[in-house]
C-alpha cells in the first residue's frame, strides 16, 4: 500500500495512541491477551443481494408508475396493476426493501468492526434477515390487492405492522447485545446514529400503526381527522429522518473514510452535528400540513424546526465532504468516491430544499405539485441510491477477496445513474412551476383563466414523459451494477468469516475525572435512554396536546357519521389508493376556494379514520365534489374518464361496474367505529345493512333515469355514495 | 379557528417556548464539551474505521 506524507503522520498518531491506550487501560492485562474472533459475513452478502434484488423490483415498479402518468393503458386494465396501488408498492419496495436492505448490510459489516467482536446473536440475525424479507413479500402480496391503511409508507395492514415491530426488536436487540460484548471501549459516531435510527423507527412506527381491526385485513386508525394528519405526518417526516437519513449519515460517517482512506475531518462536528439533527428532527413534522386545517401553532412549531434542520444537516454534509480534503485526485479515478461525492451532495441539496419547503409562502406553491415528488428523489436516487451503489461497490469485492470486475462499468453506472438523477428532478421542477402558475392564474374578469384543473395536467404530459425516461435511465444503470456484482463474486472466493484480534476490555476501567460526555459512550444503554429522551421531548410536545384535549379540533354540528354505504364506498377509496393522486384539503387560497369551493375546516373530519387529506393532486381535489355532477357522471366518469373530461390521465375504472362488493364486514365495521367513539346509535349494527340498501336503491333509480343499469351492490354504487358524500355536511349548516 | 385553539388548550404558548429553551440549553452543553474535548480522545475516535484492514482469511472459527 502506498502511504503518502500526510497519511503516514495520521498512522504515526494512530501506533503510538494504540501504545498508549495498551500502557493505560489494559495495565491489568498484556498483549498476551489479545483475543481472536470471526465476522460474518454471510449476512452482510445475504443482505446485500436482497438489496439489489428489491432495489431492482422497486426501481421497475416506479418505472411503470411513472409510465401510467402520461399512457393510462399502461394501468394494464386491472385493479391490481392500477397507479393507486402500484405507488405504495414503490414507496414501500425502494424505502423499507431497497434501502432498508442496504442499512442493514451496512450495519452487519461495520458495527461488528468498530466494536471488535462479532454480532452478538447468529440465530437473531438471520430471524432478522428472513423476517425482514417475509415482510417485503407480504407488502408486495397486499399492496396490490388493495390492502391498505392508505397512511403513507405505513401503508401495511396491522398483522404486518405486528411483524415488522418483531422483527425491529430483534435487529435492535442484536444491536445491543453487540455492544455488550465490544471489545472496543468508545462507540464511535456511526454507531450512535445506528442506535439512534432503533430507537425513533420503532418509537414512530408503535404510535402510527394504533388501530382497531376489524378483520385480519382491515382495521381503522385510532386517530381521526386532524389528530390522524399529525400523527401520520410526524411519522412520515420522521420515517424519511431516521430511516433514510440517520442510518444513512451512520453509513456514511463508516464508509466514506474508508473508501477515501482517510479518517473523518472532524469528529467533534459530528457529535454537534448528531446531537442537534435528533433533537430538531422530530418537531418539523407539520411543515407536512401547512395551510391546512392543522392548528396555527403546530404549523408554526413545525416551519421553525424545519429552518433550523439546516444547521445540523449541512454539517453533516460539509464534514463528508471535507472528509476527501487532499483525496480530489482519487475521486477522478474512483468510482466508489464518486458515487459517495455525489450523493453526500444531493444529501446538502435536499437539507435545503426541505427547509425551503417548509416555509409557508415556498409551501403554497410546492404543496401537491410535483415539486415534492422532486425534492424526495434528489434524497431517493441521490443520497440513499448513490450512497447504498458506493458502499456495495467498496464491500462486495472485499468479501470476495478480489477487485472489482470492472472499473469502467462501474463509472459507466455512475454517469447513467446521474443523467438518470437530472432528468427525473428537472423536468418534475418545470412541471410543478408550470402547473402552479397555471392554477393560480386569473383572466381579467376575475374568473379563473385555466378553471379546469385537467388543463393544467395536460400540460405537463411531455414532462411526465421525460420523468419516466429518467427513472428508466437510473434502472439501467442499476442492472449494470447488478452484473458488475455478479461477475466480482464469480472472480473472487466468497470468505464466510474474517478474522481479526484485540484485546478484552479490561474491567477495572478507571474513569475518574472523564468528562460526562466521555463517559456517555462508554455506556451504550444509558446513551440509548438518552437518545429517546431527546426524541420523545420532540413528539411528546408535538403530539399530546392534540391527543388529549378533545376541543382542540373545533367540531361542527352539522357533520355527521358517514352512513353505511358511505363508509363502505370509503373504504373502496382507501382500497384503490385514490389518495395517491386526489387531496380532500382544500387550502383557505382564492384560487383554491374558486376552484373546489369553501376551504377545509378541522372540525369536517372528525370521523374520517383514517384521513384521506392527500399529498399530491395529479387529479384535482375531491373535498366538495359532493353534489357538483349528478350520479350518472360518476358512472360514465369511472367507466371511463376520458368519456366526460377528454385528455383525462385518470385509469379506467370499468370493473366497478360489475364488481359486487362484499358487506359481511359491514356489522364488525360499525361496531369497531363505535368503539372508537363514533356516535352511530345502539345496536345500529344490526340495522345497518338495512340503511344501506334503502341508499343504494336510491342511487340505483337515480342511474336508471340516466338510462344506466346497474345492481344495487356493485362497487360503483358505493364509490358514488362516498362521492356525492364529499364536503357536503358543513352545506347543510349554510341552507339551514 | 386559531383563538379557539388557544382557549382550549391552557399555556399553549409555553410549549415551542420550553422546546426552544430544552433544545438550546442541550445545544451549549454538547458545544462546550466538544471544545473540551481532550485531543487524543478525537484521534482515538477518529481512527475506529480506519483499523482491522487486510487480514481477510477464509479460515472458519
Excluded at chain 1, 156 to 177: H, R, S
Excluded at chain 1, 230 to 246: D, S
Excluded at chain 1, 353 to 374: C, F, Q, R
Excluded at chain 2, 20 to 40: A, S, T
Aim: proline share 6%; aromatic share 16%.
Amino acid at each position: 500500500m502506498m502511504i503518502i506524507p500526510h497519511q503516514f503522520e495520521f498512522y504515526l498518531i494512530l501506533i503510538k495512541k494504540q501504545q498508549k491506550n495498551n500502557q493505560q487501560n489494559l495495565s491489568p492485562m498484556n498483549d498476551a491477551t489479545l483475543e481472536r474472533f470471526h465476522y460474518d459475513n454471510k449476512i452482510v452478502k445475504y443482505f446485500g443481494a436482497a438489496t439489489i434484488i428489491w432495489g431492482l423490483v422497486g426501481m421497475l415498479v416506479g418505472v411503470i408508475a411513472a409510465t401510467q402518468l402520461f399512457l393510462p393503458e399502461a394501468n394494464l386494465g386491472n385493479p391490481y396493476t392500477t397507479f393507486g396501488r402500484i405507488r405504495p408498492l414503490h414507496t414501500n419496495a425502494v424505502i423499507f426493501a431497497f434501502v432498508g436492505n442496504a442499512i442493514f448490510a451496512g450495519i452487519y459489516y461495520s458495527m461488528p468492526r468498530l466494536l471488535k467482536t462479532p454480532m452478538w446473536n447468529k440465530g437473531l440475525s438471520w430471524f432478522h434477515f428472513w423476517g425482514w424479507q417475509l415482510i417485503i413479500l407480504a407488502a408486495a402480496i397486499t399492496l396490490p390487492l388493495g390492502l391498505t391503511t392508505s397512511k403513507e409508507y405505513a401503508e401495511l395492514e396491522w398483522p404486518i405492522d405486528i411483524a415488522i415491530a418483531l422483527v425491529w426488536v430483534a435487529f435492535g436487540a442484536n444491536m445491543i447485545g453487540t455492544l455488550f460484548k465490544r471489545r472496543e471501549r468508545h462507540m464511535y459516531v456511526a454507531i450512535w446514529f445506528y442506535l439512534a435510527s432503533f430507537i425513533t423507527v420503532a418509537v414512530l412506527h408503535i404510535f402510527n400503526s394504533l388501530e382497531l381491526p376489524v378483520s385480519w385485513t382491515k382495521s381503522y386508525s385510532a386517530y381521526a381527522g386532524v389528530q390522524d394528519a399529525l400523527v401520520q405526518w410526524w411519522y412520515g417526516h420522521n420515517a424519511v429522518a431516521f430511516f433514510l437519513t440517520t442510518p444513512f449519515l451512520g453509513l456514511m460517517y463508516y464508509f466514506l473514510p474508508k473508501a477515501a482512506n482517510r479518517p473523518v475531518y472532524s469528529y467533534k462536528l459530528s457529535i454537534v452535528h448528531f446531537w442537534s439533527l435528533i433533537f430538531i428532527y422530530m418537531w418539523a413534522g407539520p411543515h407536512h400540513l401547512l395551510y391546512t386545517a392543522l392548528p396555527e401553532w403546530a404549523q408554526v412549531l413545525g416551519t421553525v424546526f424545519s429552518v433550523m434542520l439546516i444547521a445540523p444537516s449541512w454539517g453533516g454534509m460539509v464534514n463528508g465532504l471535507l472528509t476527501l480534503r487532499g483525496a480530489w485526485d482519487k475521486v477522478r479515478n474512483e468510482p466508489v468516491l464518486k458515487f459517495m461525492v455525489v450523493a453526500v451532495t444531493a444529501y446538502g441539496m435536499s437539507t435545503f430544499e426541505g427547509p425551503m419547503l417548509s416555509l409557508k409562502n415556498v409551501n403554497a406553491i410546492a404543496h401537491y405539485t410535483d415539486w415534492i415528488v422532486a425534492h424526495v428523489h434528489i434524497g431517493g436516487l441521490g443520497w440513499n441510491g448513490f450512497l447504498t451503489f458506493g458502499m456495495l461497490y467498496w464491500m462486495w469485492p472485499r468479501l470476495f477477496k478480489t477487485t472489482i470486475y470492472s472499473q469502467k462499468l462501474a463509472n459507466t453506472h455512475f454517469w447513467i445513474g446521474t443523467l438518470g438523477i437530472i432528468f427525473y428532478a428537472l423536468p418534475m421542477y418545470v412541471a410543478a412551476l408550470t402547473q402552479f402558475l397555471m392554477l393560480r392564474e386569473f383572466d381579467e374578469m376575475g374568473r379563473l383563466a385555466y378553471g379546469n384543473f385537467l388543463q393544467t395536467v395536460v400540460e405537463l404530459v411531455p414532462m411526465y414523459i421525460l420523468r419516466a425516461l429518467g427513472g428508466l435511465l437510473y434502472l439501467i444503470g442499476a442492472i449494470i451494477m447488478v452484473y458488475n456484482m455478479y461477475k466480482t463474486a464469480q472472480k473472487g472466493v466468497f470468505q464466510e468469516y474474517e478474522e481479526d484480534q484485540a484485546p478484552a476490555l479490561a474491567p477495572s476501567y478507571n474513569a475518574t475525572g472523564e468528562f460526562w460526555h466521555r463517559a456517555w459512550e462508554r455506556k451504550p444503554i444509558f446513551f440509548t435512554v438518552l437518545a429517546t429522551i431527546a426524541i420523545a421531548i420532540g413528539g411528546a410536545i408535538e403530539i399530546i396536546p392534540t391527543i388529549l384535549v378533545e376541543s382542540n379540533v373545533p367540531t361542527i354540528s352539522s357533520v355527521k357519521p358517514y352512513t353505511p354505504l358511505e363508509l363502505e364506498g370509503r373504504d373502496l377509496y382507501i382500497k384503490n389508493g385514490c389518495v395517491g393522486c386526489h387531496s380532500q384539503m382544500i387550502r383557505p387560497f382564492r384560487f383554491e376556494t374558486e376552484r373546489y369551493g369553501e376551504y377545509s375546516k378541522a372540525g369536517e373530519f372528525v370521523y374520517d379514520r383514517p384521513f384521506l387529506w392527500g399529498s399530491k393532486r395529479t387529479g384535482p381535489d375531491l373535498h366538495r365534489v359532493g353534489g357538483k355532477y349528478p350520479d350518472s357522471w360518476h358512472y360514465f366518469h369511472m367507466q371511463d374518464p376520458s368519456s366526460m373530461s377528454p385528455g383525462s390521465l385518470m385509469p379506467p375504472y370499468p370493473w366497478m361496474t360489475e364488481n359486487i362488493m362484499d358487506y359481511s364486514d359491514l356489522p364488525a365495521k360499525i361496531r369497531t367505529l363505535q368503539k372508537l367513539g363514533v356516535p352511530y346509535p345502539e345496536g345500529y349494527d344490526e340495522k345497518a345493512m338495512e340503511d344501506l340498501d334503502v341508499q343504494a336503491n336510491r342511487i340505483v333509480s337515480n342511474l336508471k333515469e340516466a338510462g344506466v343499469e346497474t345492481l344495487p351492490h356493485t362497487e360503483i354504487v358505493a364509490m358514488i355514495a362516498y362521492l356525492q358524500r364529499l364536503g357536503t355536511d358543513i352545506k347543510a349548516t349554510a341552507e339551514n | 379557528m386559531y383563538k379557539e385553539v388557544l382557549r382550549s388548550i391552557e399555556n399553549i404558548e409555553i410549549y415551542p417556548v420550553i422546546s426552544l429553551l430544552i433544545f438550546v440549553l442541550f445545544f451549549l452543553g454538547v458545544f462546550f464539551w466538544v471544545f473540551r474535548m481532550p485531543k487524543d480522545l478525537e484521534d482515538h475516535m477518529k481512527s475506529l474505521p480506519m483499523e482491522n484492514d487486510d487480514h481477510l482469511t477464509s479460515e472458519q472459527p
